[in-house]
T-cell receptor, first 111, second 116 residues
Framework: DAGITQSPRHKVTETGTPVTLRCHQT?????MYWYRQDPGHGLRLIHY???????DKGEVSDGYSVSRSKTEDFLLTLESATSSQTSVYFC??????????FGPGTRLTVL | AQKITQTQPGMFVQEKEAVTLDCTYD???????LFWYKQPSSGEMIFLIY??????QNATEGRYSLNFQKARKSANLVISASQLGDSAMYFC?????????????FGKGTTLSVSS
């Protein structure tokens, strides 16, 4: 299994508070991604990174920012959490064309 | 238009039977890859199988095979000899183009229930 961890695994927060989710990998993979999973939508891309300090927006990036200062870490920040951001967040990594591997997920609830 | 379509919200099968989970895709790229993932009730996303658009043979991984029909733009997952542990949500996904960094586009998933 790919070495990918996400922290925290569960978080409950209040509307308007900032939240940062962390993804850490030990595989030295170049590409990293943040997806969110909601019922009826499958997984949708929030942001991705193609190298240290190189990031770009995905399909549902509004309200989210990311940073990647080291190869192994990819942070997702909700500047001011809203109830619509209640979701399960998955980090994924990739190095080759034929694989993409997921972390265990973070369940975020915004009250 | 959806890029990945999984038309079966739920499928029911008995142990030891084979089951086919449908996936159709839409792309104008000549180079692309197709993936299947399993998500059990515990929530993790488990990579099952990959098929490249130029691969001539259907991909197989143990009890999983991908029935790739390029002209029909379908990439169905076949699970032979179903087991109780196969009960899960299954997602089909596509990566377009040849850049390894391209993110995946997911279908909405099919829930498979295996009974004894």
């Amino acid at each position: 299994d790919a070495g990918i961890t996400q922290s925290p695994r569960h978080k409950v927060t209040e509307t308007g508070t900032p939240v940062t989710l962390r993804c850490h990998q030990t595989e030295n993979h170049r590409y990293m991604y943040w997806y969110r999973q909601d019922p009826g939508h499958g997984l949708r891309l929030i942001h991705y990174s193609y190298g240290v300090k190189d990031t770009d927006k995905g399909e549902v990036s509004d309200g989210y920012s990311v940073s990647r200062s080291k190869t192994e870490d990819f942070l997702l920040t909700l500047e001011s959490a809203t109830s619509s951001q209640t979701s399960v967040y998955f980090c994924a990594i990739s190095e080759s064309w034929d694989g993409q591997f997921f972390g265990p997920g973070t369940r975020l609830t915004v009250l | 238009a959806q890029k990945i379509t999984q038309t079966q919200p739920g499928m029911f099968v008995q142990e030891k039977e084979a089951v086919t989970l449908d996936c159709t895709y839409d792309t104008s790229d000549q180079s692309y890859g197709l993936f299947w993932y399993k998500q059990p009730s515990s929530g993790e996303m488990i990579f099952l199988i990959y098929q490249g658009s130029y691969d001539e043979q259907n991909a197989t991984e143990g009890r999983y095979s991908l029935n790739f029909q390029k002209a029909r733009k379908s990439a169905n997952l076949v699970i032979s000899a179903s087991q109780l542990g196969d009960s899960a949500m299954y997602f089909c996904a596509m990566r377009e183009g040849r850049w390894a960094g391209t993110a995946l586009i997911f279908g909405k998933g099919t829930t498979l229930s295996v009974s004894s």
